[in-house]
Protein backbone atom coordinates (compact mmCIF):
# COMPACT_ATOMS: atom_id res chain seq x y z
CA UNK A 1 0.00 0.00 0.00
CA UNK A 2 2.83 2.34 0.65
CA UNK A 3 4.24 1.81 -2.33
CA UNK A 4 0.98 2.24 -4.37
CA UNK A 5 0.81 6.01 -2.30
CA UNK A 6 3.83 6.45 -3.59
CA UNK A 7 3.09 5.86 -7.16
CA UNK A 8 0.16 7.61 -7.19
CA UNK A 9 1.74 10.58 -5.67
CA UNK A 10 4.47 10.26 -8.18
CA UNK A 11 1.59 10.63 -11.04
CA UNK A 12 -0.01 13.39 -9.81
CA UNK A 13 3.01 15.64 -9.09
CA UNK A 14 4.14 15.27 -12.87
CA UNK A 15 0.95 15.66 -14.04
CA UNK A 16 0.51 18.99 -11.82
CA UNK A 17 4.02 19.67 -13.79
CA UNK A 18 3.00 19.22 -17.01
CA UNK A 19 -0.08 21.46 -16.60
CA UNK A 20 1.49 24.27 -14.84
CA UNK A 21 4.03 23.74 -17.85
CA UNK A 22 1.59 24.03 -20.17
CA UNK A 23 -0.05 27.04 -18.58
CA UNK A 24 1.67 30.48 -19.81
CA UNK A 25 3.07 32.87 -17.87
CA UNK A 26 1.28 35.77 -16.87
CA UNK A 27 2.27 38.38 -19.58
CA UNK A 28 1.71 42.38 -18.05
CA UNK A 29 1.66 45.02 -20.61
CA UNK A 30 1.11 48.85 -20.57
CA UNK A 31 1.64 51.67 -22.26
CA UNK A 32 3.79 55.51 -21.82
CA UNK A 33 0.66 56.98 -19.93
CA UNK A 34 2.80 59.44 -16.96
CA UNK A 35 1.99 59.87 -14.39
CA UNK A 36 0.31 56.62 -14.27
CA UNK A 37 2.50 54.34 -16.04
CA UNK A 38 5.54 55.00 -18.19
CA UNK A 39 9.15 53.78 -19.01
CA UNK A 40 12.48 55.83 -17.90
CA UNK A 41 15.61 55.03 -18.51
CA UNK A 42 14.65 51.77 -19.08
CA UNK A 43 12.84 51.30 -15.93
CA UNK A 44 9.25 51.48 -15.26
CA UNK A 45 7.35 53.90 -13.26
CA UNK A 46 4.05 55.39 -12.02
CA UNK A 47 1.22 55.22 -9.42
CA UNK A 48 -0.17 51.53 -11.51
CA UNK A 49 3.62 50.41 -12.00
CA UNK A 50 3.63 51.17 -8.10
CA UNK A 51 0.80 49.29 -7.16
CA UNK A 52 0.60 46.26 -9.59
CA UNK A 53 4.91 46.00 -7.82
CA UNK A 54 3.46 46.04 -4.71
CA UNK A 55 0.90 43.29 -5.52
CA UNK A 56 3.21 41.34 -7.27
CA UNK A 57 5.93 41.27 -4.41
CA UNK A 58 3.14 40.34 -1.69
CA UNK A 59 2.83 37.40 -4.26
CA UNK A 60 6.14 36.50 -4.72
CA UNK A 61 5.74 37.67 -8.15
CA UNK A 62 7.99 38.68 -10.70
CA UNK A 63 6.91 39.34 -13.85
CA UNK A 64 8.38 42.11 -16.38
CA UNK A 65 6.21 45.01 -17.49
CA UNK A 66 6.10 45.48 -21.50
CA UNK A 67 5.77 48.83 -22.59
CA UNK A 68 4.26 49.41 -26.01
CA UNK A 69 1.63 51.32 -28.28
CA UNK A 70 -2.12 50.93 -26.64
CA UNK A 71 -3.60 49.78 -29.64
CA UNK A 72 -1.44 47.06 -29.60
CA UNK A 73 -1.55 45.77 -26.36
CA UNK A 74 -5.60 46.47 -26.25
CA UNK A 75 -5.55 44.07 -29.45
CA UNK A 76 -2.86 41.49 -27.62
CA UNK A 77 -5.17 41.46 -24.46
CA UNK A 78 -8.28 40.46 -26.44
CA UNK A 79 -6.07 36.98 -27.10
CA UNK A 80 -6.27 33.84 -25.04
CA UNK A 81 -3.24 33.54 -23.50
CA UNK A 82 -2.96 35.28 -19.82
CA UNK A 83 -2.50 38.48 -19.89
CA UNK A 84 -2.67 42.11 -17.96
CA UNK A 85 -3.00 45.17 -19.33
CA UNK A 86 -3.38 48.49 -17.40
CA UNK A 87 -4.42 50.95 -16.37
CA UNK A 88 -7.73 50.65 -18.54
CA UNK A 89 -10.97 52.88 -18.02
CA UNK A 90 -13.74 49.74 -16.92
CA UNK A 91 -16.86 51.16 -19.16
CA UNK A 92 -19.89 49.08 -20.28
CA UNK A 93 -18.74 48.26 -23.90
CA UNK A 94 -15.10 46.55 -22.58
CA UNK A 95 -17.20 45.03 -19.32
CA UNK A 96 -17.50 41.55 -21.00
CA UNK A 97 -14.16 41.43 -23.00
CA UNK A 98 -12.40 41.56 -20.22
CA UNK A 99 -11.47 40.23 -16.26
CA UNK A 100 -10.57 42.97 -14.16
CA UNK A 101 -8.63 44.08 -10.90
CA UNK A 102 -9.36 47.15 -9.33
CA UNK A 103 -10.15 50.30 -9.24
CA UNK A 104 -6.65 51.82 -8.85
CA UNK A 105 -7.08 55.22 -10.35
CA UNK A 106 -9.70 57.95 -11.35
CA UNK A 107 -9.40 58.80 -14.96
CA UNK A 108 -11.21 62.19 -15.86
CA UNK A 109 -11.96 63.43 -19.53
CA UNK A 110 -11.21 66.61 -21.05
CA UNK A 111 -11.58 68.90 -24.47
CA UNK A 112 -8.52 70.82 -25.12
CA UNK A 113 -8.02 73.79 -27.67
CA UNK A 114 -4.67 75.63 -28.37
CA UNK A 115 -4.53 78.23 -25.88
CA UNK A 116 -5.79 81.65 -26.31
CA UNK A 117 -7.77 80.71 -28.75
CA UNK A 118 -11.20 81.90 -27.59
CA UNK A 119 -12.48 78.31 -28.21
CA UNK A 120 -15.67 77.78 -25.70
CA UNK A 121 -18.12 75.06 -25.45
CA UNK A 122 -21.17 74.60 -23.30
CA UNK A 123 -21.96 70.98 -23.72
CA UNK A 124 -21.02 68.06 -25.67
CA UNK A 125 -23.51 68.67 -28.33
CA UNK A 126 -20.95 72.09 -28.68
CA UNK A 127 -18.23 69.53 -29.73
CA UNK A 128 -20.16 67.33 -32.29
CA UNK A 129 -20.51 70.27 -34.32
CA UNK A 130 -16.85 71.14 -34.73
CA UNK A 131 -14.41 70.41 -37.70
CA UNK A 132 -12.98 67.62 -36.05
CA UNK A 133 -12.37 66.11 -32.02
CA UNK A 134 -8.69 64.15 -32.22
CA UNK A 135 -9.00 60.91 -29.95
CA UNK A 136 -6.58 58.27 -29.16
CA UNK A 137 -7.19 54.95 -31.11
CA UNK A 138 -9.15 52.49 -28.76
CA UNK A 139 -8.85 54.64 -25.99
CA UNK A 140 -12.24 54.64 -23.45
CA UNK A 141 -12.51 58.48 -24.78
CA UNK A 142 -13.04 57.86 -27.85
CA UNK A 143 -15.28 54.89 -26.82
CA UNK A 144 -17.08 57.12 -24.49
CA UNK A 145 -17.70 60.21 -27.58
CA UNK A 146 -18.56 57.20 -30.03
CA UNK A 147 -21.27 55.95 -28.13
CA UNK A 148 -22.53 59.26 -27.63
CA UNK A 149 -22.71 59.67 -31.05
CA UNK A 150 -19.72 61.43 -32.31
CA UNK A 151 -19.20 61.19 -35.86
CA UNK A 152 -16.68 63.78 -36.08
CA UNK A 153 -13.60 62.08 -34.41
CA UNK A 154 -10.35 62.32 -35.86
CA UNK A 155 -8.45 58.85 -34.46
CA UNK A 156 -4.45 59.28 -33.47
CA UNK A 157 -2.09 56.70 -32.53
CA UNK A 158 -0.82 58.31 -29.04
CA UNK A 159 -1.26 61.26 -27.44
CA UNK A 160 1.90 63.33 -28.17
CA UNK A 161 0.43 62.98 -31.97
CA UNK A 162 -2.67 64.27 -30.90
CA UNK A 163 -1.79 67.11 -29.15
CA UNK A 164 0.77 67.76 -32.69
CA UNK A 165 -1.80 67.35 -34.91
CA UNK A 166 -4.53 69.60 -32.51
CA UNK A 167 -1.35 72.73 -32.58
CA UNK A 168 -1.05 72.29 -36.18
CA UNK A 169 -4.79 72.91 -36.85
CA UNK A 170 -5.25 69.51 -38.18
CA UNK A 171 -8.41 69.84 -35.59
CA UNK A 172 -9.88 72.30 -33.35
CA UNK A 173 -10.21 70.22 -30.52
CA UNK A 174 -8.32 66.82 -28.70
CA UNK A 175 -10.51 64.65 -26.50
CA UNK A 176 -8.46 63.45 -23.67
CA UNK A 177 -7.74 62.33 -20.26
CA UNK A 178 -6.74 65.24 -18.04
CA UNK A 179 -4.21 63.63 -15.47
CA UNK A 180 -1.57 62.59 -17.98
CA UNK A 181 -1.61 65.82 -19.77
CA UNK A 182 0.91 68.20 -18.54
CA UNK A 183 3.71 64.83 -18.43
CA UNK A 184 2.70 64.36 -21.58
CA UNK A 185 3.18 67.98 -23.00
CA UNK A 186 6.56 67.68 -21.04
CA UNK A 187 7.62 64.87 -22.77
CA UNK A 188 6.30 66.86 -26.39
CA UNK A 189 8.80 69.76 -25.33
CA UNK A 190 5.70 72.13 -24.71
CA UNK A 191 4.82 74.60 -21.70
CA UNK A 192 1.81 73.22 -19.68
CA UNK A 193 -0.55 76.46 -20.75
CA UNK A 194 0.16 75.21 -24.33
CA UNK A 195 -3.15 73.94 -23.91
CA UNK A 196 -6.14 74.91 -22.43
CA UNK A 197 -9.26 72.92 -21.18
CA UNK A 198 -12.83 73.92 -22.82
CA UNK A 199 -14.81 71.64 -21.41
CA UNK A 200 -14.87 69.17 -19.06
CA UNK A 201 -17.42 66.11 -18.94
CA UNK A 202 -16.53 62.38 -17.44
CA UNK A 203 -14.45 60.10 -15.05
CA UNK A 204 -14.03 56.72 -15.16
CA UNK A 205 -12.49 54.37 -12.97
CA UNK A 206 -9.22 52.80 -14.02
CA UNK A 207 -8.58 48.96 -13.67
CA UNK A 208 -5.91 46.37 -14.35
CA UNK A 209 -7.40 44.30 -17.12
CA UNK A 210 -7.03 41.07 -17.44
CA UNK A 211 -7.69 38.59 -20.85
CA UNK A 212 -10.57 35.95 -20.73
CA UNK A 213 -7.98 33.60 -20.46
CA UNK A 214 -6.16 34.76 -17.29
CA UNK A 215 -7.18 31.94 -14.61
CA UNK A 216 -9.96 33.01 -12.35
CA UNK A 217 -7.30 31.72 -9.78
CA UNK A 218 -5.39 34.67 -10.80
CA UNK A 219 -7.70 37.39 -10.53
CA UNK A 220 -8.81 36.61 -7.08
CA UNK A 221 -5.44 36.57 -5.82
CA UNK A 222 -4.40 40.01 -7.50
CA UNK A 223 -8.34 41.64 -6.42
CA UNK A 224 -7.45 40.25 -2.94
CA UNK A 225 -3.99 41.55 -2.47
CA UNK A 226 -5.19 44.98 -3.49
CA UNK A 227 -7.82 44.79 -1.17
CA UNK A 228 -5.68 44.69 1.72
CA UNK A 229 -3.51 47.06 0.23
CA UNK A 230 -6.24 49.38 0.36
CA UNK A 231 -7.39 48.38 4.19
CA UNK A 232 -3.68 48.97 5.16
CA UNK A 233 -2.96 52.36 3.84
CA UNK A 234 -0.24 51.19 1.43
CA UNK A 235 -2.43 52.16 -2.09
CA UNK A 236 -3.41 55.46 -0.30
CA UNK A 237 0.13 55.92 0.13
CA UNK A 238 1.20 55.17 -3.37
CA UNK A 239 -1.55 57.17 -4.72
CA UNK A 240 -0.77 60.22 -2.78
CA UNK A 241 3.00 60.43 -4.36
CA UNK A 242 2.06 60.50 -7.50
CA UNK A 243 -1.18 62.41 -7.16
CA UNK A 244 -1.34 64.92 -4.26
CA UNK A 245 -4.00 66.68 -5.29
CA UNK A 246 -6.44 63.71 -6.38
CA UNK A 247 -8.50 61.47 -4.18
CA UNK A 248 -8.29 58.13 -4.21
CA UNK A 249 -11.27 55.29 -5.68
CA UNK A 250 -12.72 53.22 -3.02
Do not use: C
Not at 54 to 76: C, H, K, T, V, Y
Not at 104 to 125: K, M, Q, T
Not at 188 to 198: F, Y
Amino acid sequence: MAYLSRYVGLIMALLLGVAHAQTPALRLMSEEFPPINFSQDGEARGLAVDMVREIQRRLGQQQAIEFMPWARAFRDLQGQAPAALFAMARTPERERQFKWVGPIVLFYSALYAPAGGGVRLRSLDDAKKAEGVLVVRDWYVSEHLSAQGFRNLVRVSDPTQGIRMLLARRAPLFATERISMPETLAQAGLAEDALEIVYSYASAEGYIAFSRGTPDAVIKAWQQQLDRMKRDGSFQTIYKRWLPDDSPPG
